[in-house]
């Protein structure tokens, strides 16, 4: 069977410090990756997501990257964190092409 | 799916009674709909899913309506129960079936 693994569960991080999420895969090959960020109350926007290694779509400009580098694995960066960067992050996975979507358990990060 | 940083609207019923939970997407190229069910502090989980060439679909408790030509998504659940209380998503597939992006969810309170 399929799982995704997403940690740190939670993290605090002072302001202007860097970040990795780090989100993995198993037991399933070439999914569609994809990261959201999820305010406290709000609704799920999509950050980024991926069809493939080295391949990342970005949905919305702002002070985060993500990376692919192997087939299951996706991190999402930050070089210098803001305030406005706390919220709950989820990694999710799909075979695409009209299938449903895996979440991860998120990670709820704190900006101080 | 842009409504992301408005406040979740609420739906209240009473326990036993049906629920019904109202999405509108507004890419007339969507072709693959799904709703998810996220409970506090937890990663969204699969509920129903609906392809653009059908207008309605069951599934235990719970039957999705889709109406294209409004571009309108209805999630129904039967009988509603307190482990029902949750937020709601509808999420549509765009991006040739790799982009996943969500509508504003839906708190359900179940009141007993």
């Known amino acids: 069977s399929q799982t995704i693994h997403q940690w740190p569960a939670t993290l605090v991080q002072p302001v202007g410090s860097p970040l990795s999420l780090e989100c993995t895969v198993e037991?399933?090959?070439?999914?569609?990756l994809y990261w959201y960020r999820q305010a406290a109350g709000r609704g799920l926007q999509l950050l980024f997501y991926?069809?493939?290694?080295?391949?990342i779509s970005s949905e919305v400009p702002q002070n985060l990257s993500a990376s692919r580098p192997q087939d299951r694995q996706f991190i999402l960066s930050s070089k210098k964190l803001l305030l406005s960067d706390s919220g709950f992050y989820l990694c999710?996975?799909?075979?695409?092409?009209?299938?449903?979507?895996?979440f991860g358990q998120g990670t709820r990060l704190t900006v101080v | 799916g842009e409504s992301v940083g408005l406040h979740l609207p609420t739906l209240s019923v009473q326990e036993g009674d049906n629920s019904i939970i109202n999405c509108a997407y507004s890419?007339?190229?969507?072709?693959?709909f799904i709703w998810y069910k996220q409970e506090s502090g937890k990663g969204p989980q699969f509920i129903i899913d609906?392809?653009?060439?059908?207008d309605k679909r069951q599934g235990q408790r719970v039957t999705v309506l889709l109406n294209k030509t409004v571009k309108h998504l209805s999630l129904q659940i039967a009988a509603t129960q307190p482990g029902d209380s949750a937020v709601y998503f509808c999420?549509?597939?765009?991006?040739?079936?790799?982009?996943?992006?969500f509508g504003t969810g839906t708190q359900l309170k179940v009141e007993l």
């Open positions: 999710a996975w799909s075979r695409g092409g009209r299938t449903e979507a895996f």
């Open positions: 037991g399933t090959s070439n999914p569609n």
């Open positions: 991926s069809v493939g290694i080295g391949q």
């Open positions: 890419n007339s190229a969507s072709d693959y």
């Open positions: 609906i392809r653009s060439n059908m």
């Open positions: 999420a549509e597939e765009t991006g040739g079936g790799n982009k996943l992006t």
